[in-house]
């Protein structure tokens, strides 16, 4: 009889691990402050990779708001746009309650409405969006909690006059002190220009990730995201999502 109990708890924390690990349990309270960016310049609009990284925000908003496979749900998420039709001009950050109680359809649908691909912008400025993201983080009281910065974009910037500009003109200073764990993620990029950003943009404490186009649009694959299958079972999606996008970045001074 006491075999049989042991075996039984045993099998009980079993199956209880397996569920804990799944999800994110729903007593911890979540800290992570999330902002998503979308290039919303012509050269990466009419480009070949602004509808997928569409498909896959959708996907990714979705699967961090359930805290789905182990992704860790945001505290805040705020969505926004990087550029404008003028530089230095500020951004509606739609909040969170914006994708909340919706679908990943439904999330698609509300992106490509606040994002659509018949209106796009010459300017590209990552500098005006890193200000306004430290100031909202200020101005919410958000300091001192980890804060990801997820950007679909080629990782181009376009300031003067539409034209292309170096990427170490790019100032990371207004997201130095916002807290000990800041990290940047540049996906649908290259090869290039994502070194670029690893090695030309001076910083100190932000954290920087970049991941190519040509790997993002693997996320598709039917090895990876399972057709007929629900979002929440899609396992292997999730694990490529923590493997190449939500990878966690050892922090590298760059002068």
Known sequence: MVKKCICF???????????????QPQGEMARLSMFIGVDISGSFVKGEYFDDGIDFLAHYIYA??????GLEKPNV???????????DEPK???????FEN??????????????????VNPFTDYNAFFEQIAQMVKNQNLLMRPVSVVMISDGIPDIESGEQTDVSTLILKPMERLARNVTIRLLYTTANVGNQWQT???????????????????WKDTAIFKPDTPVDE?????????????FPVRPQRVN
Not at 9 to 23: N, P, S, Y
Not at 64 to 69: E, P, R, S, V
Not at 202 to 215: E, N
Not at 234 to 246: A, I, T
């Open 64 to 69: 961090h708001l359930q805290g789905l496979g």
């Open 92 to 98: 509606t950050f739609y909040p969170i309650h914006t």
């Open 200 to 218: 030309q943009i001076k910083r100190q404490r932000v954290r920087v990730w970049t991941q190519d186009a040509k790997v993002m649009i693997a």
């Open 234 to 246: 899609q396992h292997r999606f999730f694990n490529w999502v923590k493997d190449n996008v939500d």
């Open 9 to 23: 708890g045993l099998l009980l924390v079993f199956i209880l691990t397996g569920i804990a690990c799944d999800i």
């Open 102 to 119: 919706k679908s990943v359809e439904e999330i698609a649908i509300k992106l490509r409405e606040i994002f659509p691909e018949e209106e």
């Open 77 to 87: 998420l705020f969505v926004g746009s990087i550029g404008g039709a003028t530089a």
